[in-house]
């Protein structure tokens, strides 16, 4: 671990005691991004004391779902207010479509809350390994193995008309709702879209059962990107996706104008989660952000967090809504801070940074309700 004081400026023993995460200085060395990871690592471990052992207890069994003829739907969850609402949208729009599994990572679930659901609390590992532990073991006895991600909302029961029309034909590997959009797989002089892990389906007979395909990222993704140069990496689910491709397998994806009616949801709101159980106040939470210069943030991450939090506000919003009441989440500044906030570090920001999808998806999952 790096030094404390390299990080943070020094205080009385007192406050630190009370605000137990001071503040960084502008001029610390340190990239200011570089708190995520560490604070990403803390969660884990925390949270591990609500979830090691009923993990434990789970690959003692691994005991799958009943044969039938209905989709396995999977998600996994950081953030308790975002799985009510997850769950609230999938039951009025799929309801006894779909077989729904929740690894409940954060070990605050509460299961009577969800009852036409499967919690499992499950230790926060990789979500790759944890939608491979899905696929080849929940989900055994189902065609189809639907992966969605907690910030992924479906809105409309159509969503299983496309998949049972797409899964009919027999050489269907996957059906993806929500692609990667800034860069493209070139294989064999041709271009194809990145299905992505945001909220797809398998024919598991291809993916488990006839190709032994696991989700996992890895290095060595030079394929062409939107932005300039390649991506680098695989995310989850893209070197599978390549494979497929490679294989002759087909990969639908939905077309933007038809899934834009069917799926909307955020993007990358775990950084801000971590961010929010780390700190304990909203003014800690806004002075992490007023502290450093533009030097000091790395590519999306100034915005990208920001936005993310402006999306909890949305979920708080219609968690009350459901609950009658908020959810706890003490260090959550208001919308309005937030976007003084944004407004006043406008200068650090792309031209191509806006909060319109945000607004966009808040709208729809208001309207969903």
Known sequence: ?????????????????????????????????????????????????????PSAAYYATRKPLPVSDKPAL?????????????????????????????????GKLNAKEFPNARIQKFINLYAATKSDEFLYHIAKNRKIGWICDDDMFPISPKMIDVMQREFTKPNTASVSFRPRAWWHYEIDGKNYEVSSSYCIAFNREIFCDKEHLSLAPCNGNNHPSHIGKPPGRY??????????????????????????????????????????????TPQQVLDYYEGPDKEQWGGNMLFGTLAAMLSICTIQELYTVIKGQPYPLHSLPTRDQLLQLLETRKQFLRDDQSLEPVERASKKLRDAI
């Not at 020094?10 to 200011?32: D, F, G, I, T």
């Not at 999977?74 to 929740?102: C, S």
């Open 74 to 106: 999977f998600t996994m969850n950081i953030l308790p207010p975002m799985m009510t609402v997850w769950y609230h949208i999938v039951e009025k729009y799929l309801g006894d479509t779909v077989d729904v599994t929740i690894f409940d990572c954060s």
């Open 235 to 280: 995310d989850t689910c893209d070197k599978a996706n390549e494979i497929l491709i490679q294989k002759g397998y087909d990969n639908y994806i939905v077309p933007e104008e038809e899934r834009s009616e069917l799926l909307t949801g955020f993007s990358g709101v775990s950084g801000a989660v971590m961010l929010l159980n780390y700190f304990k």
């Open 1 to 53: 671990m790096a030094n404390r004081e390299s990080i943070f400026p020094k205080h009385k023993p007192r406050a630190r005691r009370k605000h137990r995460v001071p503040l960084a200085p502008q001029s610390m060395k340190q990239p200011y991004a570089a708190l995520l990871p560490k604070i990403f690592k803390r969660f884990s471990i925390i949270s591990a004391m609500r979830t090691g052992i």
